[in-house]
């Protein structure tokens, strides 16, 4: 059975740090692109950072130089080091693993882990 286990989550003062992580089970296969994906109450889910196997990475507009995302290919985790948060970076995050098995491309998602970010 796949899991996605995200850790991290908490709440902050603004221009604080967290750092989420997300660990894949092996059995989820071969990892296409990792991510991170985020909901604010009323809103819709947004991309926040994607990480390719190849290493290239794409990230939103509103948190460009704010956020790094990296991964442990040894390790199928993936991790967003987030600095100078602001109140609108509150969400609960949710991790994002693209990943091919079996000759089947399938997206799975973690359980979502709460940041919240006071002013």
């Known amino acids: 059975q796949v899991q996605l286990v995200e850790s991290g989550g908490g709440l902050v003062q603004a221009g604080g740090s967290l750092r989420l992580s997300c660990a894949a089970s092996?059995?989820?296969?071969?990892?296409?692109?990792m991510g991170w994906y985020r909901q604010a109450p009323g809103k819709q889910r947004e991309l926040v950072a994607a990480?390719?196997?190849?290493?290239?990475?794409n990230y939103a507009d509103s948190v460009k130089d704010r956020f790094t995302i990296s991964r442990d290919n040894t390790k199928n985790t993936v991790y967003l080091q987030m600095n100078s948060l602001k109140p609108e970076d509150t969400a609960v995050y949710y991790c994002?693993?693209?990943?091919?098995?079996?000759?089947?491309?399938?997206?799975?998602w973690g359980q979502g882990t709460q940041v919240a970010v006071s002013s």
């Open positions: 994002n693993v693209r990943a091919l098995r079996g000759g089947v491309i399938r997206d799975h």
């Open positions: 092996d059995s989820i296969g071969s990892t296409i692109a």
């Open positions: 990480i390719t196997s190849g290493g290239s990475t």
